[in-house]
């Protein structure tokens, strides 16, 4: 794993993150990587003194098999899982829209292309295990967990997309609601993921405004780089 915060781990590979938030001998997990993660996950918990049993939960951001791959393995090791409630229909298998960008909506012939989805596709995006049953959070709840994140609803990217914040540490996790790498080009920095990539690109972006006065100077999102500074200024970059 690697500290990003104090505390705070990233996992994952060069085109996706998921997150362990420590608080001494517990753990909270957020976002739950592709489906061939999960040794990933128990082996960077080893490493800072940490088991599964050491988790009281994962929260995602979204149910998307590149954030929520490892949730099944997830509750059969007695974690609950969580998501916010108008989530709750992709995470047990019943959702009957669109769920997510296909291949054949992507520029497939482009190197950046696969330079960027290789990964996930071996990480095992191309799986995605659903739940029997999911816990559900509402916008604005404090989740009691290590960290004490509270849920920020940001629909658009999918109904239910939501980040989290934590006001004490001055973090916030975006999900796949503000991104720093553009998985279909090289622009790094704060940026809006490709239109296609959205459930509703207006609303994805009109969420952005819930997060524009949050104090935090750190934000760790889905798809690249950690980025210091507060949200606003992020917004800014943007041109949002």
């Given amino acids: 794993m690697e500290l990003v915060a104090d505390g705070v781990y990233r996992l994952g590979s060069g085109s996706h993150n998921f997150y362990v938030l420590t608080d001494g001998d517990e753990a909270t997990v957020i976002d739950g990587g592709c489906s061939r993660e999960w040794p990933k996950l128990v082996r960077g918990l080893k490493s800072v003194g940490l088991s599964v049993d050491s988790v009281s939960g994962l929260i995602a951001t979204h149910a998307h ?3 929520f791959g490892i949730a099944k393995k997830a509750t059969e090791n007695k974690i609950d899982v969580s998501v916010h409630e108008d989530e709750r229909s992709r995470a047990v298998g019943t959702y009957t829209g669109r769920f ?10 482009s190197l950046r292309t696969w330079r960027n989805f290789l990964p996930l596709v071996l990480a095992g995006v191309m799986n995605l295990d659903h739940l029997d049953r999911v816990g559900t959070f509402r916008d604005g709840d404090r989740l009691d967990l290590p960290g004490s994140p509270v849920a920020v609803h940001t629909p658009g990217h999918t ?5 989290f914040y934590c006001r004490d540490r001055g973090i916030l996790f975006t999900g796949d609601g503000l991104a720093t790498m553009n998985l279909l080009g090289n622009e790094v920095g704060p940026q ?14 009109t969420s952005l405004r819930r997060i524009d ?7 760790l ?14 917004l800014i970059v943007m041109g949002d």
Avoid at 221 to 234: L, T
């Fill in 65 to 67: 098999a590149d954030h």
């Fill in 192 to 205: 809006m993921m490709a239109d296609r990539f959205h459930l509703d690109p207006a609303q994805a972006r």
């Fill in 159 to 163: 109904e239910g997309h939501s980040m």
């Fill in 100 to 109: 997510a960008v296909t291949a054949t909506e992507l520029p497939i012939y």
């Fill in 221 to 234: 999102p889905g798809h690249g780089r950690p980025w210091s500074g507060p949200p606003a200024a992020a």
């Fill in 213 to 219: 006065g949050l104090d935090a100077d750190l934000l």
